[in-house]
């Protein structure tokens, strides 16, 4: 990986440069305000998996990128944005309630994509005289499906994402809530990610602190002894490896046989990653996923929240914040999401 750290006088500008030197694929491995010479400077870290190596390879695959398709993508980028901003004058803004045009008003402030913020404009004209709760419309735009138990009985729980989003701790706190929610249960882990030390440690040590089972499976023998030797656990949290660029979690899940299964996959996210809607498109597979919104304490923005919702229909599971282990996530709820996106408020753990 490929990883470099930038500073600016503010998260968009360092996001930005980001975005212009390593792509939309770039991955945020950590952030950080300090002071310089008494002002404030965002510092980011950020990385690509993509090397000339890994494009040599893709060359030999057969799966190189062609000649000229970056300057085409960038182009047809420009088109549908000049198309957008030609059609957001033309929405007739009078056929909304006072408090309809000012939610949309302040969600294009906030960042919100223009295509979601045409498609906010549609289903707020659909539904502007048939229901009179904009919460209820709200709600309806970003689906949520909280992590309880009813929700989700599957015994086995597939915890991915991009690297640096957070996944290990957010298998912690998951597999906490759900003894809190079962007492009686009993819940186990597996590490697929024999490679990052970091990361390993921390979820050995905690699950050891919290008498959970560990087991480390960094491939599909490994998985399957581990499975055996999870025994009658109720719960079973997997932490799998993150995705580099040109790899995607089917791929993954039939290196470890996990493809027939019965699993739920939750995909791990920070607001920080703005840049997302092609890196889900690896996150794809067969079974019911969910997202889990992680460093919402550390963002500045939630539009992210919105626009992953309408480009990928997937539940919002749960939300993180903080840095302790305990009350730091909860299930996800829609006044909790739309407190969060409108006035900027944390859920209170």
């Given at each position: 990986?490929?990883?470099?750290?930038?500073?600016?006088?503010?998260?968009?500008?360092?996001?930005?440069?980001?975005?212009?030197?390593?792509?939309?694929?770039?991955?945020?491995?950590?952030?950080?305000?300090?002071?310089?010479?008494?002002?404030?400077?965002?510092?980011?870290?950020?990385?690509?998996?993509?090397?000339?190596?890994?494009?040599?390879?893709?060359?030999?695959?057969?799966?190189?990128?062609?000649?000229?398709?970056?300057?085409?993508?960038?182009?047809?980028?420009?088109?549908?944005?000049?198309?957008?901003?030609?059609?957001?004058?033309?929405?007739?803004?009078?056929?909304?309630?006072?408090?309809?045009?000012?939610?949309?008003?302040?969600?294009?402030?906030?960042?919100?994509?223009?295509?979601?913020?045409?498609?906010?404009?549609?289903?707020?004209?659909?539904?502007?005289a048939?229901?009179?709760?904009?919460?209820?419309?709200?709600?309806?735009?970003?689906?949520?499906?909280?992590?309880?138990?009813?929700?989700?009985?599957?015994?086995?729980?597939?915890?991915?994402?991009?690297?640096?989003?957070?996944?290990?701790?957010?298998?912690?706190r998951?597999?906490?809530?759900?003894?809190?929610?079962?007492?009686?249960?009993?819940?186990?882990?597996?590490?697929?990610?024999?490679?990052?030390?970091?990361?390993?440690?921390v979820?050995?040590?905690?699950?050891?602190?919290?008498?959970?089972?560990?087991?480390?499976?960094?491939?599909?023998?490994?998985?399957?002894?581990?499975?055996?030797?999870?025994?009658?656990?109720?719960?079973?949290?997997?932490?799998?490896q993150?995705?580099?660029?040109?790899?995607?979690?089917?791929?993954?899940?039939?290196?470890?046989?996990?493809?027939?299964?019965?699993?739920?996959?939750?995909?791990?996210l920070?607001?920080?990653?703005?840049?997302?809607?092609?890196?889900?498109?690896?996150?794809?597979?067969?079974?019911?996923?969910?997202?889990?919104?992680?460093?919402?304490?550390?963002?500045?923005?939630?539009?992210?929240l919105?626009?992953?919702?309408?480009?990928?229909?997937?539940?919002?599971?749960?939300?993180?914040?903080?840095?302790?282990?305990?009350g730091?996530?909860?299930p996800?709820?829609?006044?909790?999401?739309?407190?969060?996106?409108?006035?900027?408020?944390?859920?209170?753990?």
């Open positions: 990986m490929q990883v470099k750290t930038y500073t600016g006088n503010s998260t968009k500008e360092v996001l930005d440069a980001i975005k212009a030197e390593l792509g939309s694929d770039a991955v945020i491995l950590s952030s950080r305000e300090r002071q310089k010479d008494g002002c404030r400077v965002f510092e980011i870290t950020a990385g690509t998996e993509r090397t000339e190596q890994a494009k040599s390879q893709e060359k030999a695959s057969g799966s190189f990128v062609p000649s000229g398709w970056d300057d085409w993508h960038k182009e047809w980028s420009r088109l549908k944005d000049h198309i957008y901003a030609l059609m957001q004058p033309s929405l007739h803004l009078e056929k909304l309630t006072p408090h309809q045009r000012v939610a949309l008003e302040y969600l294009q402030r906030e960042g919100v994509e223009s295509d979601v913020i045409v498609e906010f404009y549609n289903m707020l004209t659909a539904k502007c048939e229901e009179p709760s904009m919460l209820k419309i709200l709600a309806s735009f970003v689906p949520v499906k909280s992590f309880v138990f009813e929700n989700y009985p599957q015994r086995i729980h597939i915890i991915t994402g991009p690297y640096g989003a957070g996944k290990t701790s957010t298998a912690l998951m597999a906490l809530l759900r003894k809190q929610q079962k007492p009686h249960h009993q819940v186990a882990f597996i590490n697929t990610d024999s490679l990052r030390g970091n990361g390993r440690l979820l050995r040590h905690w699950a050891d602190l919290s008498g959970f089972p560990y087991f480390e499976a960094p491939d599909k023998e490994a998985m399957f002894a581990a499975l055996k030797a999870c025994g009658d656990a109720n719960c079973i949290f997997i932490d799998m993150g995705l580099a660029k040109n790899e995607k979690l089917e791929d993954k899940l039939r290196m470890f046989g996990l493809e027939s299964v019965q699993a739920h996959v939750h995909i791990v920070s607001p920080h990653y703005q840049y997302l809607k092609e890196i889900l498109k690896r996150y794809k597979s067969a079974f019911p996923s969910s997202l889990v919104w992680t460093k919402l304490d550390e963002a500045e923005h939630f539009a992210e919105i626009n992953i919702a309408v480009w990928t229909a997937m539940p919002v599971s749960a939300l993180s914040f903080g840095a302790e282990l305990q730091t996530l909860l996800a709820d829609e006044a909790q999401i739309w407190r969060l996106i409108l006035k900027h408020q944390l859920p209170k753990g």
